[in-house]
């Protein structure tokens, strides 16, 4: 049984660094491609960025230059580096993990809270 377990998350002062994990189980960690979403109340989930199985990552404009997605494959893991966190960086993250198929898991969600 697939299971993306996400920790990390927390209360942190703007411009401050937050390192979130998403641990993967119960699946081919290799074939997919795992990424970062995050949601606020009141608003759709949206992406934040992703990483292929090769390595390959993607950011979205918002993050981009302050966050960095990092995967290791010998821990099943997939990590989001925040640095320079900004209020508006407040949300909900969660973990996926996609394949072509179309087949996807996602985890319970962490929350990350940027605050003074």
């Known amino acids: 049984q697939a299971q993306l377990v996400e920790s990390g998350g927390g209360l942190v002062q703007p411009g401050g660094s937050l390192r979130l994990s998403c641990a993967a189980s119960?699946?081919?960690?290799?074939?997919?491609?795992m990424g970062w979403y995050r949601q606020t109340p009141g608003k759709q989930r949206e992406w934040v960025a992703h990483i292929s199985g090769q390595g390959s990552s993607n950011y979205a404009d918002a993050v981009k230059d302050r966050f960095t997605i990092l995967r290791d494959s010998d821990k099943n893991t997939v990590y989001l580096q925040m640095n320079r966190l900004k209020p508006e960086d407040t949300a909900v993250y969660y973990c996926?993990?996609?394949?072509?198929?179309?087949?996807?898991?996602w985890g319970q969600g962490t929350q990350v809270t940027v605050s003074s």
């Open positions: 996926n993990a996609a394949i072509v198929s179309g087949r996807e898991y």
């Open positions: 119960g699946i081919i960690f290799s074939i997919y491609r």
